[in-house]
């Protein structure tokens, strides 16, 4: 014996699938717009700055960590003076 939904039951669904269409949109719209305000913002960095890098951001010189070579060479070094800025930063403060 099949049971017919009342039209509150029918109602109720109804409701139901609309919040989910209203729910997915709205999510979709922040996802798009957010999207866009990122994409917008590298567009208009690289204009000002000319590349995007670390470098040009934080105006740090940064050491070459590899070279392009034709020989297979090995390179070490060491910074001894790593903890120096941040010592020198905290004794300050």
Known sequence: MCMKPTDLQVD????KISSFIKTGLFTLAVIFIA???????QKKMTQTTGALSG??????????YSVDTKEPKVALSFDAAWAASSLLTTSLS
């Open 55 to 64: 470098n040009s951001i934080h105006h740090k010189e940064l050491p070459i």
């Open 12 to 15: 109720k669904e109804v409701a």
């Open 35 to 41: 999207g866009m305000a990122i994409i917008f913002s």
